[in-house]
């Protein structure tokens, strides 16, 4: 909700001049909504909503509007239904030498096509956004664009590929003197190498990144770090020490999403180390998240708890429960799932048909010398 006086007194000047209604009172309005929108997005999508007939602007005034449109609604979590906004900006940047507008016509692209899981179309969007961005010295949108690449490589299982985008967005944000952007990818590294099974180089970056996160009180970041040290010690089956880490992770928090899925683990843990009681009681604080994945986990822990009791009727009633929302998840996420495969395909044949083309080249070039 906004209440500063004075930008509701700068917004409602901009409604008065786009009520005047001609195409050089837009342009101001256009560039006030663009400074408004990384610290007020709610009020850049605003501005930019007061537009009642943007067919009416100019070409580069639409293509802007359409441009700045598709950023606010992505900054507000707005999921798009259709690609034929952006697609506006794209064609008219894509014909102009502006290699900021078209990095970041690109970029919006790439982010709305990654919105309607189609993750290859998307990976291509970024890269053409990095081609272009490189022409430039945005080095947070080249941060951004290597993140959300990196992101999507991820998904699609191509781990070493994002592992590379991720050190090249660290890279960007040093040169951006972006420390939060930092703190964030050196989580984002040693979350891929965790993926890697590189647990050693995990736990390096992700202990980096919890030493920025901690000196500058960033404590959401800090209690995410803290729950991916734990899943390390896990993995490396150090239970004490990762439920060390789990406990630090909610050490003065309220009841949250987060938290639910801590004592998810807690509980998960404590069963693993036969100490059953404890188990019992965290997964039992656990009971009241909302998430699926969560509640269908929980079932799983409870019929091995009572299985190990000897109480077989509550262990298959708890199992029962399990199946039925681990169906209900693989039905939900199927459509995402399905993209990822597909989008692994399409990216692998890419790659092929690059460098049949490459080789292709490269005799002709031969045969010309010979």
Request: glycine letters at 4%.
């Given at each position: 909700m906004m209440k500063d006086p004075k930008l509701i007194l700068n917004l409602l000047f901009f409604f008065c001049l786009v009520a005047c209604g001609d195409g050089t009172s837009v342009s101001p309005l256009l560039i006030e909504a663009e400074k408004y929108m990384n610290e007020r997005p709610d009020s850049a999508l605003l501005l930019l909503d007061s537009i009642a007939h943007p067919e009416n602007l100019s070409q580069e005034q639409n293509a802007l509007w359409c441009l700045l449109l598709t950023q606010a609604q992505d900054k507000n979590i707005i999921t798009p239904t259709s690609d034929s906004l952006i697609n506006v900006a794209v064609d008219y940047f894509e014909k102009t030498d502006n290699m900021e507008r078209k990095a970041q016509a690109y970029y919006c692209q790439g982010r709305v096509l990654t919105d309607m899981l189609l993750f290859d179309k998307a990976i291509v969007s970024y890269l053409k956004a990095e081609e272009m961005v490189l022409q430039t010295t945005d080095y947070n949108l080249q941060a951004r664009i290597y993140n959300h690449l990196g992101d999507l490589y991820d998904k699609t299982l191509f781990y070493k590929d994002a592992l590379s985008c991720y050190q090249k967005a660290y890279n960007s944000y040093k040169l951006a003197n972006n420390l939060l952007g930092v703190a964030f990818v050196l989580r984002d590294i040693g979350s891929s190498y965790e993926y890697q099974n590189q647990l050693d180089s995990a736990t390096y970056y992700l202990k980096k990144s919890l030493e920025i996160s901690d000196e500058n009180g960033w404590n959401d970041l800090s209690r995410s770090l803290l729950v991916c040290l734990g899943n390390i010690c896990?993995?490396?089956?150090?239970?004490?020490?990762?439920?060390?880490?789990?406990?630090?992770?909610?050490?003065?928090?309220?009841?949250?999403?987060?938290?639910?899925?801590?004592?998810?683990?807690l509980g998960y843990l404590y069963r693993q180390v036969g100490l059953s009681d404890s188990a019992f009681y965290y997964l039992n604080k656990a009971m009241d998240s909302s998430d699926l994945y969560i509640q269908c986990q929980l079932n799983r822990e409870f019929s091995v708890l009572f299985f190990e009791s000897k109480d077989y009727e509550t262990a298959f009633e708890y199992n029962e429960r399990y199946i039925l929302l681990r169906d209900s998840i693989e039905h939900i996420y199927q459509p995402e799932k399905l993209a990822e495969i597909e989008a692994r395909y399409n990216y692998e044949k890419l790659i092929n048909e690059k460098s049949q083309l490459a080789l292709k080249k490269k005799m002709q070039y031969c045969f010309f010398l010979f």
């Open positions: 896990e993995s490396q089956s150090s239970y004490s020490e990762a439920v060390e880490y789990l406990y630090k992770s909610m050490s003065g928090v309220e009841e949250d999403n987060l938290s639910y899925s801590l004592y998810y683990s």
